[in-house]
Nanobody, 113 residues
Framework: QVHLVESGGGLVQPGGSLSLSCAAS???????MGWYRRAPGKQLELVAL???????HYAESVRGRAIISRDNALNTIYLEMHSLKPEDTAVYYC????????WGQGTQVTVSP
């Protein structure tokens, strides 16, 4: 089973930027990978996806403000977000495209003045 550890969250002012990392315990080279988030009182949302060919897809809510990338040698995926808004406040998680792995603890992102 692959275990995931997310990091890089924190308190950010509106309009700010942040970078998240997700380290996997085993190789993820054969998997499409995604960043998900759960905002208070809302369902889990797929934010960004990167497939095995490094094609990327983004939720409408973050398109143009987010960049997902992967480093297969490090078993790590990344999410850069810019122009952050209060509605981006959530716990951010990573997992495979089909949520095949054990969920990590996530990393809290809070966007507030």
């Amino acid at each position: 089973q692959v275990h995931l550890v997310e990091s890089g969250g924190g308190l950010v002012q509106p309009g700010g930027s942040l970078s998240l990392s997700c380290a996997a315990s085993k190789s993820i080279i054969r998997y499409g990978m995604g960043w998900y988030r759960r905002a208070p009182g809302k369902q889990l949302e797929l934010v960004a996806l990167i497939d095995t060919e490094r094609s990327t897809h983004y939720a409408e809510s973050v398109r143009g403000r987010a960049i997902i990338s992967r480093d297969n040698a490090l078993n790590t995926i990344y999410l850069e977000m810019h122009s952050l808004k209060p509605e981006d406040t959530a716990v951010y998680y990573c997992n495979s495209q089909y949520s095949q792995f054990t969920w990590g603890q996530g990393t809290q992102v809070t966007v507030s003045p």
